[in-house]
């Protein structure tokens, strides 16, 4: 009964529902779930299933934000660029209402085909058939090519 979804006295803790068969990104930096819903190219308009909490408490970060996407489960690209804008984050594969799978995200040493670089004179935006290739720093990446650094807004050079 519909009724039953307000929040329960019993339950302080899910403030979104449980997913049946899916990935719930959690342990999300707080006020990252936007970006993290752009490198998964999830904008709604194709009827995805998806809940998101912002800024929810949490024991581990001061708050968290978390992702849940029903009946998807991530590429190792995704969780690669997703490391780096929510570098705590916990992956868990739900199915049939279990956490099946648990990892923490990595940072990779590098990310290729995934980040366009934003120097318009950098040869992998030149037309030219050159995958992009950034090395990830601890607090941005570089690209391989230009070397251009970016340590703000990551999830802006997502291509899409
Ligand atoms: N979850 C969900 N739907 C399910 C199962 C789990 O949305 N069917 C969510 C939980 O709400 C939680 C996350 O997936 O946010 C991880 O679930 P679980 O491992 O059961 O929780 P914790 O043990 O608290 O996880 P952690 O130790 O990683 O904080
Ligand atoms: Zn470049």
Do not use: W
Not at 48 to 60: A, C, F, I, K, L
Not at 71 to 87: K, Y
Not at 111 to 128: D, M, Y
Request: with cysteine.
């Amino acid at each position: 009964d519909d009724h039953d979804h307000h929040d329960d006295a019993d339950d302080h803790e899910l403030r979104v529902s449980k997913i049946r068969n899916g990935t719930v990104i959690d342990h999300v930096r707080g006020g990252q779930a936007l970006n993290v819903l752009a490198i998964l190219g999830i904008d709604g308009s194709e009827g995805e299933e998806v809940s998101v909490g912002m800024n929810v408490p949490s024991d581990r970060l001061a708050r968290k934000d978390i992702v849940k996407v029903e009946g998807r489960e991530l590429s190792q690209d995704e969780v690669d660029v997703l490391s780096l804008i929510a570098p705590d984050a916990t992956i868990n594969i739900v199915r049939d209402y279990e956490v099946i799978e648990k990892h923490r995200v990595e940072r990779p040493d590098v990310v290729t085909g995934v980040l366009s670089c934003p120097n318009p004179g950098c040869i992998t935006t030149a037309g030219e058939p050159v995958t992009s290739r950034f090395e990830v720093l601890d607090d941005g990446v570089r690209c391989t090519y230009c070397e251009t650094i970016v340590r703000e807004d990551i999830a802006s050079l997502i291509d899409t």
